[in-house]
């Protein structure tokens, strides 16, 4: 219900020009740059239903717990009871409305009372006086204040009532809020409403809009007397706490910084990626139906609960039980982390609630299960035709998140049936940073999926398109075959790697027979080698006999001729020979021979 906020909110901001006092309701206090103004009148104005009288009370009951500022209610069209009534089905504190600083007044006028002669606010005046008096009082709120006044006999009395109304609440210094219907321009609602737009210091419109997707609440601050503040409409929800305003933020919050990587759940994907998502960072996975968007968020969420850490998963559309079922046939079983809390996993229907209410009930959540990774499949379901709003409260839900750390995934659907069209009407991927998109490509009878990184900032990554293929076993990535500059996947890349296998294999055997056919010239002439070795020898030992023969003659030649050369000596028994001779004639026989 209430936006915990320190009582020191009451005073005087620097850089003001008048005092404000918070009004606890989330998001408005940051549109209005801190609450209503302090001690003048705030005009609240709608149609009937619009939720006039919820942020009137709403305001004074988070004045009076959070600031401990007394505080009067003046009906003059609801029962007491019934607003009770109304109080308790929101998650305020129970024992507000009784305590001693809370007072209603029921001012309403009775079914039977006739109106004669002059009516004014006087007598009602006087006693709220006291009662202000009495408790001390700080904040007052008329609801309903249209139904007393259009017992006036004419406009003119109706707005000298209303300054009256004006002049007692600047007296009596007190925070004011009146609530006033207003239909149609042209009749007296809508000129009552022009008048208070005048008179009032601030004035806060709420409409109510009723389209052919479904129904939205806006706010907008009409009007605010020195102070700067938020003119655009702004859209706001009515829950278990009550007004919840879906204030829009003017620049973008500082966000943690992370440097490590946390795993895609799909190993080849994370090599992409240079080893995953960058932790406290937001990824856009864009597609068709049927690209695997959800698997591939799955992958992630599940990796996320096997490192231990907790994760949420908001599904549209799909229930928990039926997700967990079709993720068991790619082989992941989250009913484990289920059981273990590390997994929470919310559904809802995208036709079901507002943009705007499924923002809150998300944000509820992330403050409840407080994950470190969020998964939203797909974010897509915020977009509404007729509603202006969608792609603002996309982005703000990824600066909810980011701002504390979470790290965000996001799927997106696209109308495309080939999803080759690389866009996203969410506008997420303006400020995501990273951003994977699925397509098919069809081919030769079949329809296959392809995987792409478009950009991530801050990391390196590949430019490469990679067929995603699913079995029963996971989600692998799959390198695609370039042929001719032609993407081939799934059979018609089967059949060119078996087709490039089949070359590599001939390859391979004219490779061998080459290898083969020069071996064999190599023993052939290792052979030849050999024998003209072999031959070599036989050729010097040949040579190395005939020189040996040849000395031996000459050997013998010299004894023969020393013998004759004796024979003939003693046969002529002549004197004694000269010792010299023999040698000198053998000397002679030797040149002879040479």
Not at 265 to 284: C, E, F, H, I, K
Not at 561 to 579: K, Q, S
């Amino acid at each position: 219900m209430t936006d915990k906020r320190p009582a020191d909110r009451a005073a005087h901001a620097p850089g003001r020009t008048i005092p404000k006092v918070v009004t606890g309701i989330a998001g408005f206090d940051e549109i209005s740059g801190g609450g209503l103004p302090r001690g003048r009148l705030t005009a609240i104005v709608g149609a009937a239903g619009a939720g006039k009288t919820v942020f009137a009370l709403q305001t004074i009951i988070n004045r009076l717990t959070l600031l401990g500022e007394p505080c009067i209610f003046v009906t003059f069209e609801e029962p007491v009871s019934r607003i009770r009534d109304n109080a308790a089905s929101f998650d305020w504190p129970a024992d507000a409305l009784e305590s001693r600083l809370f007072r209603f007044v029921d001012a309403r006028m009775p079914a039977e009372a006739v109106v004669t002669g002059a009516f004014d606010l006087e007598g009602l005046l006087a006693g709220l006086t006291a009662l202000a008096g009495e408790i001390g009082a700080r904040n007052i709120v008329f609801d309903g204040i249209d139904m007393l006044l259009s017992g006036l006999q004419n406009e003119r009395l109706e707005r000298h009532e209303l300054l009256r109304l004006d002049s007692w609440i600047r007296e009596a210094a007190l925070s004011a809020i009146v609530t006033v219907k207003t239909f149609g321009a042209g009749d007296r609602d809508q000129v009552r409403a022009d008048f208070l737009l005048y008179m009032t210091d601030c004035l806060v419109v709420l409409v109510d809009t009723v389209t052919a997707t479904g129904a939205s609440r806006t706010i907008r601050i009409g009007k605010y007397r020195g102070s700067g503040f938020s003119a655009s409409p702004t859209p706001f929800v009515i829950g278990r706490s009550g007004i919840d305003v879906v204030a829009f933020k003017v620049a973008r919050i500082g966000y943690p910084i992370f440097t490590d990587r946390i795993s895609s759940g799909v190993m080849r994907l994370d090599a992409l990626l240079n080893g995953g998502y960058l932790r406290g960072s937001s990824t856009l996975i864009s597609g068709s139906p049927g690209t695997s968007k959800t698997s591939l968020a799955v992958s992630f969420i599940a990796a996320a609960c096997a490192r231990g850490e907790r994760a949420l998963l908001v599904s549209f559309d799909e229930s928990a039980s039926q997700i967990i079922a079709n993720m068991r046939s790619i082989g992941i079983d989250l009913a484990p982390f289920v059981e273990a809390g590390r997994l929470s996993i919310s559904s809802f229907l995208s036709s079901g609630r507002s943009p705007e209410e499924h923002f809150v009930e998300i944000r509820n959540l992330l403050r409840s299960a407080q994950p470190d990774c969020l998964v939203i499949d797909p974010i897509s379901a915020f977009l509404k035709a007729d509603y202006p709003f969608s792609s603002l409260i996309c982005e703000n839900l990824l600066d909810t998140a980011k701002a504390v750390g979470i790290t965000v995934l996001c799927t997106s659907l696209l109308d495309q049936a080939t999803g080759a069209t690389e866009l996203s009407s969410s506008q997420v991927s303006t400020i995501a940073d990273t951003w994977l998109h699925v397509s098919y490509v069809a081919r030769d009878g079949e329809r296959n999926r392809a995987i792409t990184i478009i950009k991530s900032r801050g990391i390196g990554h590949s430019n490469q398109v990679r067929e995603l293929v699913l079995d029963a076993a996971g989600i692998d990535l799959v390198d695609v075959y370039v042929a001719e500059g032609e993407v081939l996947m799934g059979s018609a890349r089967a059949q060119k790697e078996a087709e490039v296998e089949r070359l590599e294999v001939l390859d391979q055997i004219a490779t061998e027979r080459q290898r083969l056919n020069l071996e064999r010239q190599l023993a052939e002439a290792r052979s030849e080698m050999e024998l003209a070795v072999l031959e070599l020898g036989w050729k010097q030992r040949e040579a190395d006999l005939l020189a040996l023969a040849e000395r031996s003659r000459r050997e013998a030649h010299r004894v023969v001729a020393i013998e004759r050369l004796d024979l003939r000596r003693a046969r002529d028994d002549g004197p004694a020979a000269d010792p010299a001779l023999p040698q000198a004639v053998a000397k002679g026989q030797d040149d002879a021979a040479g």
